[in-house]
T-cell receptor, first 114, second 116 residues
């Protein structure tokens, strides 16, 4: 069975400081891992995706995530937060080998203060 | 590329009425997903189709909900009769998969449903 846990429901940072959104996953097969972002009253947008190539994945808007199999983690980071990064972020896992649908975490709300 | 198109964007209806949500996936995609998002339950997968065939509808809450995909470019999610607890944002997503699931899904803007 697969699952995903986002360790923080809410993260607050100041503009210009680093962002860390934590995600742990459980997967029986080789997972695909995603981060999606949802701005208020908007749909979900793909930030980045890991499938089995490089463990450090670069996404849009300066975000990146590192796949660590030993820690079953896929944390999302950004060196310097911008006000426009304020949104809800979802970590998502899928068992490619099992042919299953995406499983979404409960989301982390990122607040950015000036 | 127009992306995934959903209509209507907002719907307000009274309890007991029928509600139909519509989705046009990205051209060339062969998988389509319906999700529901609420504050209490987060994002839930309701049903998904592959090549127009429903594969897993275990997320559909009850018999009041039904979904169809008559062709590769159109899907509907119907609620009949609607209840206040159905109030949520309903998202449609599509993807192209050559070997099953686990592929990137592209989401529509959602339909915000309010049942009074």
């Amino acid at each position: 069975a697969q699952s995903v846990t986002q360790l923080d429901s809410h993260v607050s940072v100041s503009e210009g400081t680093p962002v860390l959104l934590r995600c742990n996953y459980s997967s029986s097969y080789s997972p695909s891992l995603f981060w999606y972002v949802q701005h208020p009253n908007k749909g979900l947008q793909l930030l980045l995706k890991y499938t089995s190539a490089a463990t450090l994945v670069k996404g849009i808007n300066g975000f990146e995530a590192e796949f660590k199999k030993s820690e079953t983690s896929f944390h999302l980071t950004k060196p310097s937060a911008h006000m426009s990064d304020a949104a809800e972020y979802f970590c998502v896992v899928s068992d490619r080998g099992a042919g299953t649908a995406l499983i979404f975490g409960k989301g982390t709300t990122l607040s950015v203060s000036s | 590329d127009a992306g995934v198109i959903q209509s209507p964007r907002h719907e307000v209806t009274e309890m007991g009425q029928e509600v139909t949500l519509r989705c046009k996936p990205i051209s060339g995609h062969n998988s389509l997903f319906w999700y529901r998002q609420t504050m209490m339950r987060g994002l839930e997968l309701l049903i998904y189709f592959n090549n127009n065939v429903p594969i897993d509808d275990s997320g559909m809450p009850e018999d009041r909900f039904s979904a169809k995909m008559p062709n590769a470019s159109f899907s509907t999610l119907k609620i009949q009769p609607s209840e206040p607890r159905d109030s949520a944002v309903y998202f449609c997503a599509s993807s192209f998969s050559s070997q099953g699931l686990g592929e990137t899904q592209y989401f529509g803007p959602g339909t915000r449903l309010l049942v009074l």
